[in-house]
C-alpha cells in the first residue's frame, strides 16, 4: 500500500525520515484528491498552504475516506482538519490535533507561521504560538521564568501577527530589562520546544506502523455535489505560502 505525507516546515530538523513513505511539499486544495487517483492508501497531512491559494478541502479528505484510504493529520494544518473531519474517520495524532479536536485549541493563528521554499528545507522564520506556549511552559518549569514573565511573553507574542511573531520581536514587545531579554531570548532558543515536529515524528510513526490499527468508522455516502465534481477537474495550482 503506498504511503505519503504533505509536509514542510513542521519537518524541518527532522533526522531522519522512515523508509517507505513517499514525502511530498505542502499540499494545498486537489492535492489530496491527485494522490487518492494516483493509489496512495495512506495519507498522512501534516502542512499545507493557505492565503494565495486555495486550502485543502474537507471534501476531499471525505473522498480519500471513502475510497478506504487512512488519513492522518498532525501538527498544523492537518491538526486543524483532522480536528474537523475526526467524526468521519480522519485520524489526529499528537497532542495539537488532540487539543484542537477537544476545543482547548480553536484559533487557526495558534499553528500559522511563515517558512521558506523547499530549496531551504521549508526552514521556519517565524514561531507559532503552540510553539511558544510550549517553550515558555519549559522554562517557568525551569525557573528559568518567572510567572509574570510568562504571562508577559504570552500577551506579547499574541498580539503579534504569525508572520511577524519572532522571539526578538516578542520580547521588543515587552519593558523588561535589557539583561534579562538576553537571557531569556538565549533560554528561548536553547530550549526550543518543537511541538509540530513532535507530533510530526509521532504520525510517521504511526504511519509505519503495520498492520493499521482497527477502528469502527460509522458508515456514511459522500455527497457528489457540484463542488465535489468540480474539485475532481480542478488542475493543481501555483504554491506560495504556507503554514
Known sequence: MRKCVFGGPSLYGLETRPEGIEFRPPAQMGDIWKAVTEGVGWIGLVDGYFGACASVW????????????????????????????HRFGMRPIGEIAQAFA?????????VALLHGPEEIGYCPFTEPMVEVRATLAALYA?????????????????????????????????????????????????????????????LLREMSAEPPPAESIAPWTISKSA?????AALPSQAREAGR
Open 102 to 110: 477537544r476545543g482547548i485549541l480553536n484559533d487557526d493563528a495558534d
Open 58 to 85: 474537507h471534501k476531499e479528505i471525505l473522498h480519500a475516506l471513502s475510497e478506504g484510504c487512512l488519513v492522518y493529520g498532525a501538527s498544523s494544518m492537518g491538526a486543524l482538519r483532522a480536528a474537523e473531519c
Open 142 to 202: 525551569s525557573d528559568i521564568v518567572s510567572s509574570s514573565e510568562q504571562e508577559t511573553l504570552l500577551s506579547a507574542a499574541q498580539s503579534l501577527h504569525f508572520s511577524q511573531r519572532t522571539p526578538e520581536a516578542m520580547l521588543t514587545g515587552t519593558d523588561l530589562p535589557e539583561a534579562r531579554k538576553r537571557h531569556i531570548l538565549h533560554a528561548y532558543k536553547v530550549n526550543k520546544v518543537p511541538a509540530k515536529r513532535l507530533d510530526a515524528e509521532l
Open 227 to 231: 463542488s465535489y465534481r468540480t474539485l
